[in-house]
């Protein structure tokens, strides 16, 4: 009778500690069977192994053939999910940019006979896409809604939240990112793509999706909480990697935001899948380059060139001010954000579906009017003296990616500056402000203009029903305000060798840290995104001043909506 019941103990403990957290069958597999009770609860992850008696005899009976596949298989899933995150980023690019292009050279075709009529086009097309991306997650994917990010990092810290790793949730993620980023929202894919390579290593470490009936049995080895989150560790590195070509910030960012628990082990196939990331990205980006993925190549991937070689110490003041500004924008961007997305999940959302769908398509309307009108308001500036070193034309072919955009103006020889932000995508309109030789390009009207409509858009549309990250919104609008600063270094200090978009390198640098807290990993991504170490020093500068700045007021970015969320799951 004891030997009976010492065995029913022993296979519960083996059920509860092989479970499978994203079974999307219903099945119990496992730790789910409290999350059946009630979805809408979290439940706790264990990633302790306790090495009692059961535990070093089962150890013993395996042999070094068993111990050599386990880890051949450990090394062959890292490999897999850096090919599977690396293709999946390139899709999402190839798809967002190709969108884009496509809009935009269709309204620019149109306009020339009627703006109303390009107004209108530019609106549907931007509606359209905006639909599509909310309609997949309201009816597909609820999951797949916002950056991914705070919950990734609460189940590598313990907290399995329902649905978060499914895959639905990875398609939902995928195609949803691609109708949110190419209708014009003020979003980014980053966040979301972090949370797809997380997708990728958890739907890898189960064997696929039983579902779906996409399994494989010989790949189902790992039978603990422990092994999978080290998949997802991966995942999350990998996610980095491919959104801002990053390798080593990839890693970096699994090492200082979204897990707490670390080893050597870990870090050797965390760098590998970075570094398998990296291969997979420069391949396509090559591939592309001859013409056969339509609009992607000029824009696409986020790597920038500032241009700047040197500084002088008179200038670390204002570098100095750009931190403090980051600060506090930062800071006061996390808490709007945090009230109006509480308000959001608490109130506005529990009233249905039809209203989070009402709710997306009304802000892309608005988004797409004012990214549209603002510039018709606007006067064209003449265009500077040509300098063929540069390889800029003033003004671009229409349609085309690049600075001085010509948009509603009487002559050829003109471009209208708000709209080369504005009527853009986010990539290529970073890659105009952090450019080099375009000295007085914005004027300070259509920068202040933009900060202020853009970052207001930004905490507005953060919490709606789509996939959103914060990553190139804040790079955006942190470029902006320090753009605004290299005029007047420019201006003040009319001797030294200043470039503009050195300072909107470092203003988003001073965002970011102001309102993510992110220090080494950001410092390292920043580096690598514009390939100039000699600003390094300048970069932790920023980030030291902004972090310490926005630590006054308010935790981070992440830490605050994962608070939301936690209130929001257990019912608080």
């Known amino acids: 009778m004891l030997s009976n019941q010492l065995h029913n103990g022993l296979e519960t403990a083996k059920l509860l500690w092989s479970r499978i957290p994203n079974s999307e069958d219903g099945e119990v597999d496992g730790g789910s069977l409290l999350r059946n009770s009630n979805r809408n609860t979290v439940e706790s992850l264990d990633y302790e192994v306790i090495e009692n008696y059961a535990y070093r005899e089962e150890q013993a009976q395996r042999g070094k053939l068993y111990v050599g596949y386990y880890v051949a298989v450990k090394w062959f899933l890292a490999l897999l999910t850096g090919i599977g995150t690396g293709l999946a980023a390139v899709f999402i690019n190839i798809s967002v940019e190709n969108f884009a292009g496509w809009k935009f050279a269709l309204t620019f075709s149109i306009i020339q006979r009627s703006y109303f009529a390009g107004f209108v086009i530019y609106v549907l097309i931007n509606l359209i896409l905006v639909f599509s991306s909310v309609y997949i997650v309201t009816h597909f994917a609820p999951a797949a809604a916002g950056s991914g990010i705070p919950e990734i990092k609460g189940y590598l810290n313990g907290l399995d939240i329902h ?17 949110s980023v190419g209708g014009g929202l003020a979003l980014g894919k980053e966040g979301p793509l972090v949370h797809t390579g997380a997708c990728i290593a958890s739907l890898l470490g189960q064997g696929g999706s039983s579902k779906y009936h996409l399994s494989l049995r010989w790949l189902q080895v790992f039978k603990s909480d422990r092994d999978r989150r080290d998949l997802v560790t991966c995942g999350c590195a990998a996610g980095v990697a491919a959104a801002f070509r990053a390798p080593v910030g990839g890693v970096l960012f699994a090492l200082e935001e979204v897990t707490s628990w670390w080893r050597s082990q870990l870090m050797w196939r965390v760098f590998f899948t970075s570094a398998i990331v990296a291969v997979v990205v420069r391949t396509a980006m090559g591939w592309c380059k001859s013409g056969k993925c339509g609009h992607f190549g000029s824009g696409g991937f986020i790597i920038w060139d500032t241009g700047q070689e040197d500084y002088s110490f008179e200038e670390l003041l204002p570098m100095a001010v750009i931190g403090v500004i980051g600060g506090l924008l930062g800071a006061l961007f996390n808490q709007l954000t945090f009230h ?34 603002l510039p018709l308001l606007r006067k064209c500036n003449p265009c500077p003296e040509s300098d063929h070193d540069s390889g800029i034309e003033c003004p671009r072919p229409p349609g085309m990616y690049g600075n001085y955009v010509n948009f509603y103006c009487g002559k050829d020889k003109e471009y209208n500056d708000l709209a080369t932000i504005f009527f853009n995508t986010q990539d290529d309109a970073i890659r105009n402000l952090f450019s080099a030789k375009t000295i007085h390009e914005f004027s300070a009207q259509s920068l202040l203009t933009f900060l202020v409509m853009f970052y207001t858009l930004a905490v507005v549309t953060f919490g709606t029903a789509v996939p959103a990250g914060q990553f190139v919104p804040g790079i955006m609008i942190g470029s902006t305000y320090g753009r605004l600063v290299g005029m007047f270094v420019v201006n003040f200090y009319k001797k030294l060798n200043v470039e503009e978009g050195t300072y909107a390198l470092l203003g988003a640098a001073s965002f970011l840290g102001g309102s993510m807290r992110m220090t080494v990993s950001l410092c390292v991504i920043m580096v690598e995104i514009t390939n100039n170490l000699k600003l390094l020093p300048l970069i932790m500068l920023v980030l030291l001043i902004s972090k310490a700045v926005g630590d006054a007021f308010n935790e981070g970015f992440y830490e605050q909506q994962a608070t939301i969320e936690r209130n929001c799951t257990v019912g608080i």
Request: aromatic content about 12%.
């Open 163 to 179: 649905g978060i790793l499914l895959f639905r949730t990875l398609i939902g993620k995928i195609f949803g990112s691609i109708g």
């Open 340 to 373: 109006i997305t509480y308000w959001r999940r608490n109130y506005l959302h529990k009233k249905g579906i039809r209203v989070k769908i009402i709710e997306a398509c009304l802000i892309s309307v608005i988004t797409s009017a004012i990214s549209f009108g």
